[in-house]
């Protein structure tokens, strides 16, 4: 299989990863980070919906391949450096955490604490099921 001249101008970690930001097209709002590997990103842009690397699970994922909240890739850009992507995507059911939020980031410092600022939408027993932790 011949490699993609594009995946060469990624530079990956030591690890062979990279990071990757999921930002919802539309509104602009930063969902989530994950990591991508070269497999990831490759199956990211033939499939046209979001693969991550999992690295507590040592595996692919395809986001939403639990919860059913999948997201659609509209545009993927590099940054400067060459070791960031940044995924501008649609997310199905509009929950991209598994905490059943929208974002990954609902968590704001305010005055020297964390202060939840964005509610569950879905509780994350009904999107994985009872006694399921979620994490995809």
């Known amino acids: ?9 990624v530079q990956w ?13 539309q509104t602009g709002r930063i969902l989530m980070f994950a990591w991508m590997n070269r497999v990831a990103l490759e199956q990211t842009v033939s499939t046209g919906e ?16 639990e919860s059913g909240h999948v997201q659609r890739v509209q545009e993927i850009r590099l940054d400067c450096d060459g070791d960031v992507i940044l995924l501008q ?5 509009g929950i991209a955490c598994h905490t059943g939020r929208e974002s990954c980031f609902f ?6 604490q964390w ?3 964005d509610p569950v939408l879905k509780s994350p027993g009904e999107i994985y099921g009872e006694g399921a932790h979620g994490h995809e």
């Open 50 to 65: 979001a693969v991550y690397f999992s690295r507590s699970r040592q595996r692919l994922w395809h986001k939403g391949e």
């Open 107 to 112: 968590r704001r410092l305010v005055d020297g």
């Open 1 to 9: 299989m011949t490699v993609p001249l594009w995946i060469d101008a």
């Open 89 to 93: 995507i649609e997310q199905i059911g």
């Open 115 to 117: 202060q939840i600022t």
């Open 13 to 25: 970690t030591d690890d062979g990863l990279v990071p990757a930001i999921a930002q919802d097209a």
